[in-house]
């Protein structure tokens, strides 16, 4: 059982860069495969980058590759999201989310989900 808090959203300008973090509580945060997901209002949930347990193994959706770099830093129980050249379109709800395996993280098979934190992107 993990518990994950969101935080480093907000407004930013097309171009900008924000960063956003992760934390995790709890001594096994080691265990799990983590993603980000963001969803806009009226539109579906999308998974957008996910790291595996040691941080060897990422993957990213089309719509963020190349711009967003996700990482994690295990001492500390918080993974990252480094937010590069964005766009009006990638103003959403961001979540991070916490499953038992790389290979479940790709499916989308998460079992623990953070309250999310709201990042906008103005034209």
């Known amino acids: 059982q993990v518990q994950l808090v969101e935080s480093g959203g907000g407004l930013v300008q097309a171009g900008g860069s924000l960063r956003l973090s992760c934390a995790a509580s709890g001594r096994t945060f080691v265990n799990y495969a983590m993603g980000w997901f963001r969803q806009a209002p009226g539109r579906e949930r999308e998974l957008i980058a996910v790291i595996n347990r040691s941080g060897g193994s990422t993957y990213y959706a089309d719509s963020v590759k190349g711009r967003f770099t996700i990482s994690r830093d295990n001492a500390k129980n918080t993974v990252y999201l480094q937010m590069n050249s964005l766009k009006p379109e990638d103003t959403a709800v961001y979540y991070c989310?916490?499953?038992?395996?790389?290979?479940?993280?790709?499916?989308?098979?998460?079992?623990?989900w953070g309250q999310g934190t709201q990042v906008t992107v103005a034209s």
């Open positions: 989310a916490a499953t038992l395996g790389y290979k479940r993280a790709v499916r989308n098979e998460y079992d623990y």
